[in-house]
């Protein structure tokens, strides 16, 4: 899919720590979004389509995932980005529509980049590579302490935690303090939302955010 079109829809991209409510919230606004007369495709990372599930199941579930390095890490994550970009969002956007998806580029720039240490630059320019020009019109970001995360992802009632869910304290500590940094250095195009609130508050704040910085 050729990404020099220019699109007439919009990205939004929801960002966050283990257990900070991304699926909901997504959900909360694409109903919102769908209400307006908007029309909504979600997707997620990694994933989004059959590759990128199937490279989803690398990175969260092989055996041997926690022997896995950075880079390469990095790197898958970035390959199902490139293909759900080229394959789901870019086409939507040209079509007009609203498209949400759980985690993008940020997630690389926060997890790999300062969580695992990775140099920021060679980071920045594998996510440049996989998305093109298609950037997110807004990122929301979710806030939570690290130790509610952890405690959100022990109380889950499904599978047993995942290969991303059983990193240790140190490492969501970073996560936090990454995108706490992002929603500082962009401030154009991210809205930080406190986490710990009501969940319909939540989704009041990002849908009221949203209408203002789309001009909905």
Excluded at 63 to 75: A, W
Aim: hydrophobic fraction near 40%.
């Amino acid at each position: 899919m050729p990404l020099n079109v220019k699109p007439t829809g919009r990205l939004i991209s929801f960002e966050g720590s283990e257990g900070s409510g991304k699926s909901t919230q997504i959900s909360l606004l694409a109903a919102h979004l769908h209400k307006a007369g908007k029309e909504v495709v979600t997707t997620r990372e990694p994933g989004g389509t059959e590759i990128g599930e199937q490279i989803r199941n690398i990175i969260v579930h092989n055996s041997k995932g926690d022997e896995m390095c950075p880079e390469t890490e990095l790197l898958l994550f970035t390959a199902a980005r490139a293909q759900v970009v080229r394959e789901v969002i870019a086409p939507a956007l040209i079509e007009g529509k609203y498209v949400i998806s759980d985690r993008y580029l940020d997630s690389s720039t926060v997890y790999q980049g300062i969580a695992r240490n990775l140099a920021a630059g060679p980071v920045a320019d594998i996510n440049r590579f996989a998305i093109g020009n298609v950037m997110p019109d807004v990122t929301v970001i979710i806030d939570v302490p690290t130790e509610v995360s952890m405690n959100r992802i022990k109380q889950r009632s499904t599978d047993l935690p995942d290969r991303m869910e059983r990193e240790n304290i140190d490492f969501y500590h970073k996560v936090r303090e990454g995108y706490l940094l992002l929603a500082k250095n962009m401030p154009e195009r991210v809205i930080l939302v406190d986490g710990t609130k009501p969940v319909a508050k939540v989704a009041q704040t990002i849908w009221e955010h949203v209408q203002l910085r789309l001009g909905d």
